[in-house]
């Protein structure tokens, strides 16, 4: 590791994301300061442009992620990759091959689940002994619902001696759009879906990402229609990302060796609101998100929908990253009936502004994160870092963890 070039390389510098991160880096830890980085694309001419655009005057490396050659040089030039080139499932694979077999820590914004399932399995054991930390989902999806859990019952442990047996974190408000980036990966993962019955049934499984031999649990509750909600006493309706952060969030649970029990639930859903109106909101979310499933599964209307929505490298602006937020709680309720709510926050839109700082303390964490405290292999932000990520997103990206009084 001593003699890499640079400390961090950040892949997919010319992405819509990857734009904002790199902005961010320079804010953080400045071109020329201790911190040796690079920025990497696969045009050198837009690589250009985003330093220039960004102050990021720092090396360019010119790589395509279909190149494997390219991507053994990339992983062998540097302690840390973070990527942003995605869908990672058309382009991330030989990227991660390369990482886990030059030991090199990454980190990305993957929220695709039947990918980090092919990642995890086939590099595994090969990142295990190169020492290589690989850590996906580490922007919206799903830093915020694996260290809220992590949060939760560390609070629920001080207070109550015991973990929580069951949470449920309800989004209480969000505000931001979504990137073309975003949408391709969301439409990819219903097209591989589509194509491959067996895919979708590993993927129902809340357990599919625990390792190969914790697969297994308990049914998990799973918002799929507007329901009155107990834990909050609202009306809710599906999460979108539930489906990705469940499975992160079982992942990290199985990885620490499943310390919250073996019944241990966890759910995602949306407030909206109680009474007549709640009801009927509920019912107007979850029939939008239906309908553009509906959509999404079918190609003409799934053509249709693609003139709609923005085209990847298109995304909010930067007035409506800075006006978006996110406040997310969680219902955690113990065994014994000890309840707990807490509540997490971000400053900025969640899917870039919020994301992109998220992104950028976890890339920079690998650079403190020792080896004795955290091996090689594929965590989660959680089992990676835990309340060492908690503080510095606290510190640096607007991120708040705090336990609610009860009412
Ligand atoms: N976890 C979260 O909360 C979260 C939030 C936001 C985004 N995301 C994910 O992050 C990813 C990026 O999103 P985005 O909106 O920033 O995407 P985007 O603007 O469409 O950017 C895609 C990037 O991939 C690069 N690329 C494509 N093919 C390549 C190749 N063969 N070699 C090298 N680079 C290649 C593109 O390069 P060019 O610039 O040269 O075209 C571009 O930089 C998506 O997968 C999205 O789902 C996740």
């Not at 830890?29 to 442009?49: F, M, P, Q, S, V």
């Not at 993962?189 to 697969?215: F, G, Q, S």
């Not at 700082?357 to 976890?362: G, Q, R, V």
Request: aromatic content about 8%; proline content about 5%.
């Amino acid at each position: 590791m001593k003699n890499r070039q640079f400390d961090l390389v950040v892949f997919g510098a010319t992405s819509f994301v990857g734009q904002i991160l790199t902005r961010r880096l320079v804010e953080r830890i400045g071109a020329n300061g201790d911190i040796r980085w690079a920025i990497a694309g696969r045009n050198a001419g837009k690589l250009r442009e985003v330093a220039a655009d960004t102050g990021a005057d720092v090396e360019q490396i010119v790589a395509d992620a279909a190149d494997t050659e390219a991507m053994r040089a990339l992983a062998e030039c540097t302690k840390v990759v973070v990527s942003t080139v995605g869908p990672y499932a058309l382009y991330g694979s030989p990227l991660v091959a390369a990482v886990a077999e030059a030991g090199t820590d990454y980190c990305d914004l993957t929220g695709e689940p039947q990918w980090m399932l092919s990642m995890i399995d086939a590099h595994q054991d090969t990142a295990a002994a190169s020492g290589a930390r690989v850590v996906h989902a580490c922007g919206f999806d799903s830093i915020p619902s694996d260290l809220g859990v992590w949060f939760t019952q560390q609070q629920a442990i001080e207070r109550f001696g015991e973990p929580c047996a069951s949470i449920s974190l309800r989004v209480k408000s969000l505000k931001g759009g979504a990137s073309g980036g975003t949408i391709a990966s969301m439409l990819n993962v219903v097209e591989e879906v589509r194509h491959d019955h067996d895919l979708r049934k590993i993927l129902a499984n809340p357990y599919a990402l625990a390792p190969a031999d914790m697969r297994t649990g308990p049914r998990q509750p799973n918002v799929t229609r507007p329901r009155p909600d107990a834990a909050s006493g609202e009306w809710v309706a599906p999460f979108v990302m539930a489906a990705a952060n469940t499975r992160i969030v079982q992942r990290s649970h199985a990885l620490l060796g499943r310390p919250w029990g073996d019944d241990f639930e966890y759910d995602e859903a949306m407030l909206v609101g109680g009474g007549p109106v709640g009801a009927m909101k509920a019912t107007a979310v979850s029939g939008g998100l239906a309908g553009f499933a509906g959509m999404a599964m079918l190609g003409p209307t799934r053509r249709l929908l693609g003139r709609f929505l923005p085209e990847p490298g298109e995304g909010p602006t930067p007035a409506a990253q800075e006006a978006g937020h996110f406040d997310l709680r969680f219902y955690g309720r113990t065994a014994a009936g000890d309840q707990l709510v807490t509540k997490v926050t971000g400053d900025r839109d969640p899917g870039y502004g919020s994301t992109a700082k998220m992104l950028a303390e976890t890339a920079l964490g690998f650079l403190e994160l020792d080896r004795n405290i955290t091996a090689g292999g594929f965590w989660t932000p959680a089992t990676a870092f835990g309340d060492r990520l908690i503080d510095r997103l606290v510190q640096h990206a607007g991120i708040t963890f705090d336990v609610l009084d009860p009412d």
